[in-house]
């Protein structure tokens, strides 16, 4: 909301990155909020860079869904430029950040599948991000969207698909089996 707020939410991430010492770090949404009432501008470029230079600083891998409020309608850049700049962003540039280049398709955006993977190729770990989406396409400033029926279905879909590769029956099975390793 301001840029001292700001400056103290960056510095306890990274003194709770710094003691946690983790190796990936997931970001759930809500990297900006461009309401000029609310924070005083509508600029959500700088912001988003500002962050994932940050992040980029740290070394450690990331990835992100959106929120709803990275793409507030007034905002500086829209939904596809926040894409775009996010995407400029990306491994292939920043070597931590994990972009969704390809999407399921599937209602939102950022939805995605990251697997990981033993030494042996063996499914460690499936984590799944899914764009809870911003808000309601037919309504109001306040009515939020939510996770529609065909993102449930292609979690659903892939989960069934690793069960199989990974050999086993059922996801009772797949997910005790990786649930055991964690």
Known sequence: MSIREDTK???ACYRLIQETTPDFVVV????????????????????????????????IPWAFTYGNHDTEFLATLSRAEVD?????????????????????????????????????GGLRQALFLIDSNDYIETGGLNEYDYIHEDQVEWYQRTVQRLSRQEGHNSFNDF??????RI
Do not use: W
């Open 175 to 180: 997910y005790t089996h990786s649930a055991a």
């Open 9 to 11: 939410a960056l510095k």
């Open 84 to 120: 775009e700049l996010l995407q400029s962003l990306s491994y292939k540039t920043s070597k931590n950040l994990l972009y969704p280049y390809i999407q399921p398709d599937v209602y939102g955006r950022s939805n995605q599948l990251i697997e990981i993977r033993n030494q042996d």
């Open 28 to 59: 759930t949404g809500d990297l900006v909020f461009p309401m000029g009432i609310m924070s005083f501008s509508f600029n959500n470029n700088a912001p988003v860079m500002q962050f994932a230079n940050f992040m980029r600083n740290t070394g």
